[in-house]
């Protein structure tokens, strides 16, 4: 008589949720992502319909139930609505310091343009930095590659090419001026750029870094989850929000994920 093994989702995800514990407490690595499996499994009544869900989903290929279980963890520590707001804030203070930059270099650019004028009117000299190519070994002592590798051919440039053949400092400066001033932010990964695209922060943007790194991770960009992968929205409100540890007052449920589905279906506005 040949018995039958009952499969159990729950198990088998929250299995693989201690095995992402297991693994960073090892290395000593991620505790924040640590911390969501700890939500996870502490809200494990809330989360068992959703792992039914992804198991039926997910379970025909092996990496990727793994795979999205990494990926809401990942999401959770580093795309909370508290992480989210440092990096706006981030981008904030980025777009702050390059207009500093703009002004102060301009500023620079015009007193390194008139020192040079006192050094040819005035009768007097300070005995100062006056070639960018003295700039750029003076501020290389500590550099062996470019002490190595660089420094004698600019010596022997320096000294096939007099003074009026390079860029005096103060038009130096001025380049980094305008660079500064027409400087255009943007995010360096696919995750920053969604969820912080929107003007005003909320937990939708949560959701948005979590359907990029879906995006990123499909078969369609060569990665383990299967083309077509898609959470229903029951499940993806339940998932926000035991992975954020969102309480009572704080829930979202499927209909905020319907609605928030349908914005993004119609684009920015």
Not at 93 to 107: F, G, V
Not at 131 to 145: D, F, G, Q, R, T
Not at 255 to 260: E, H, L, P, S, T
Request: aromatic share 8%; charged share 25%; net charge negative.
């Amino acid at each position: 008589m040949s018995s039958v093994q009952t499969v159990n989702p729950q198990q088998i995800c929250e299995d693989l949720l201690r095995e992402e514990k297991r693994y960073n407490s090892e290395h000593r690595i991620l505790p924040s992502e640590s911390t969501v499996a700890d939500r996870l499994l502490h809200r494990s009544i809330e989360m068992k319909p959703v792992y039914e869900e992804l198991y039926g989903k997910l379970h025909m290929h092996p990496p990727a139930l793994q795979c999205f279980l990494s990926l809401v963890l990942s999401a959770a520590a580093f795309w909370n609505p508290e992480k989210i707001q440092e990096a706006r804030t981030a981008r904030d203070d980025l777009a702050n310091t390059n207009r500093q930059i703009a002004r102060k270099a301009a500023e620079l650019a015009t007193l390194l343009e008139r020192r040079s004028e006192l050094h040819n009117t005035s009768g007097f000299s300070s005995d100062t930095q006056y070639h960018c190519c003295s700039v750029i070994e003076a501020a290389s002592p500590h550099n062996y590659l470019f002490r190595s590798y660089v420094q004698d051919r600019l010596a022997a440039l320096r000294g096939q090419y007099d003074l009026k053949y390079w860029p005096s400092l103060s038009e130096f400066i001025e380049v980094l001026a305008m660079d500064a001033e027409s400087a255009v932010m943007s995010a360096t990964d696919p995750l920053t750029a969604a969820a912080t695209a929107a003007v005003r922060p909320s937990r939708a943007d949560f959701f948005k870094a979590l359907f990029a790194a879906i995006d990123e991770n499909s078969a369609g960009n060569y990665g383990q989850l299967p083309r077509g992968f898609k959470l229903t929205d029951r499940a993806l409100a339940s998932l926000g929000n035991c992975a954020l540890d969102l309480g009572p007052d704080d829930l979202v449920d499927d209909a905020y994920i319907k609605r928030f589905r349908q914005r993004e279906r119609n684009g920015p506005k």
